[in-house]
């Protein structure tokens, strides 16, 4: 029931509703989305985001354990603690095994000291001594650790950081990954992407800019229009348009001074330019300034079809173009999709954007799977209800990627959960694997270096099982007298310590591990 003041750069105390004023609001640290939302009267804003440009007031709704931030930490607890753990097959095994070479070390006993040549105790003794030597499960016990520990450092080495055996030896299951969007298969930060100026937009050459010569036909050259832009925006604490700014930055153009800047709460800004008046902002701004936008709301609709933000500039009360801004994807991601599903798994896009626009981003990287519309405490949930699916006749085993606070209980709840080291603190801390340089090509390296692992632990338990199955028939000498030298209880220890090594070396063959992709 508190109203709280908020003044632009400070952080939303708790949830809560919006009583007067009007701002833009960083909810990036909850929602993973790099654009801040516009926020006006009777909106809803959550405590921990940060306040950007205005100044508002909201009436407290929410406090303590109720917020949204105290609610995904909930779920992340929850989530951690729902975890059962792998269990060792080299446990089940030898729970087996183990009784069973005692019988038969108490058979070869028995039998030698009945029917064995004298002295019949001697014999029967040794026998069974050399029984279990040589059945010693030394080399069941190294199977999985030493491939463990070799190949979490050979992940080491390629970036990725892997918290456990268990992580390693799920991920090898794996047949469905969920990727979060931003942050994730976007660069989490928007761009400039499309320049266009308008062509029936005219601008007498003596007020062209100096540095930038007019294109043959009279129109506003694409500089011009970029530098006039990131002057205005300059004064804007919109991350739309510090990105128009960075751009003007990157092309090395001189920013102009500005004259009566003022913020459109929720459409845009205006300013005066090199004796210009600008205006800047989405569609219904240009509509309320009575500016006709003919000729470019089919280009401003095909942006937005392709997941961008379009922003009409109006200069001296007439359209002069639209600047698309987008939150790019990382060059390496569609490569590391095909990797995937290459590797016969399914991939997922998660994303708070509606449908349409999710549909053109995921097309960009080939996914078809498209999770849209999810708010963040249903990420966890949509995780769930993949894991009680099936892929065909299998069970799902899923893994989520993501790199926020949002992210995290989804991470938890996931098979393997993937962090980014790029992203919070939070997420990695629930991950189960963290990808250092923040590369998607990371979770292919993890799933292939899992699958190799679980190969040589494989290959370990063969040879251990093998070596038994060879061993332990000639030290009970059934065999006797064709094999007598593998009675020596000294024999049998050397063959065990052998089957030992071969475990060792064979799974220091990880060193040479490289990811193809």
Same mark, same amino acid.
């Given at each position: 029931g508190d109203v709280m003041l908020v003044r632009p750069g400070e952080r939303v105390p708790v949830d809560g509703v919006l009583l007067t004023g009007a701002s833009s609001v960083d909810e990036s640290m909850l929602t993973g989305e790099s654009v801040p939302v516009e926020k006006n009267i009777g909106d809803r804003v959550m405590g921990g985001t940060v306040n950007k440009t205005g100044a508002f007031t909201f009436e407290a709704r929410k406090v303590g354990k109720e917020t949204a931030?105290?609610?995904?930490?909930? +779920?992340?607890?929850?989530?951690?603690?729902?975890?059962?753990?792998?269990?060792? +097959?080299?446990?089940?095994?030898?729970?087996? =095994?183990?009784?069973?070479? +005692?019988?038969?070390?108490? +058979?070869?006993? /028995?039998?030698?000291?009945?029917? /064995?040549?004298?002295?019949? =105790?001697? =014999?029967?003794?040794?026998?069974?001594?050399?029984?279990?030597?040589?059945?010693?499960?030394?080399?069941? /016990?190294?199977?999985?650790?030493?491939?463990?520990?070799?190949s979490t450092g050979k992940g080491a080495e390629l970036g990725v950081l892997i918290r456990s055996g268990e992580a390693l030896e799920t991920a090898h299951k794996l047949n469905t990954i969920v990727l979060d969007k931003t942050g994730t298969l976007t660069q989490g930060k928007p761009t400039v992407t499309d320049v266009i100026v308008a062509p029936t937009m005219r601008v007498p050459q003596f007020e062209m800019a100096a540095i930038v010569a007019p294109s043959n036909d009279g129109r506003m050259a694409q500089n011009e229009l970029v530098r006039l832009v990131a002057s205005a925006e300059n004064f804007s604490e919109h991350p739309l348009g510090q990105a128009i700014v960075e751009y003007a930055n990157a092309k090395g153009l001189s920013l102009a001074p500005v004259v009566d800047f003022g913020a459109l709460a929720g459409h845009g800004i205006h300013a005066r330019v090199d004796s210009r008046e600008l205006i800047i902002g989405n569609d219904k701004l240009m509509v309320d300034q009575k500016i006709s936008t003919i000729g470019l709301d089919k280009l401003a609709q095909k942006f937005a079809d392709e997941g961008k933000t379009p922003m009409f500039v109006a200069v001296d009360g007439h359209a002069a173009g639209i600047i698309a801004v987008a939150d790019t994807l990382k060059p390496e991601a569609r490569e590391a999709v095909e990797a995937l599903q290459k590797m016969g798994i399914d991939v997922y896009m998660l994303t708070g954007d509606n449908q349409r626009t999710a549909k053109a981003i995921a097309k960009q990287v080939g996914i078809e799977n498209v999770l849209a519309q999810v708010l963040p405490e249903q990420k966890e949930q949509k995780v769930r209800e993949l894991q009680a699916q099936l892929q065909g006749k299998n069970k799902r085993v899923v893994a989520m990627v993501g790199d926020g606070i949002n992210d995290a209980p989804a991470l938890a709840a996931a098979d393997v959960g993937i962090a980014l080291g790029t992203g919070t603190d939070v997420a990695m801390e629930a991950a189960d694997i963290t990808l250092m340089r923040g590369d998607l090509r990371g979770v292919v390296t993890a799933i292939q270096l899992s699958r190799a692992t679980m190969r040589t632990i494989y290959a370990n338990y063969f040879w251990a099982f093998a070596y038994n199955v060879a061993g332990i028939p000639l030290a009970a000498g059934l065999l006797y007298p064709f094999f007598s030298i593998l009675l020596n209880p000294i024999i049998a220890a050397a063959a065990m310590a052998f089957s030992s090594i071969f475990v060792v070396t064979n799974s220091l063959r990880l060193r040479n591990f490289k990811p193809t992709l």
């Open positions: 931030l105290a609610q995904i930490v909930k +779920l992340v607890e929850e989530a951690q603690t729902s975890k059962a753990p792998i269990q060792k +097959l080299a446990d089940q095994i030898s729970a087996v =095994f183990v009784p069973i070479v +005692l019988v038969i070390a108490a +058979l070869t006993f /028995g039998v030698w000291l009945i029917f /064995g040549p004298s002295p019949a =105790f001697t =014999f029967a003794l040794t026998n069974a001594i050399a029984v279990l030597i040589i059945a010693c499960p030394c080399a069941l /016990g190294l199977a999985t650790p030493t491939a463990i520990m070799v």
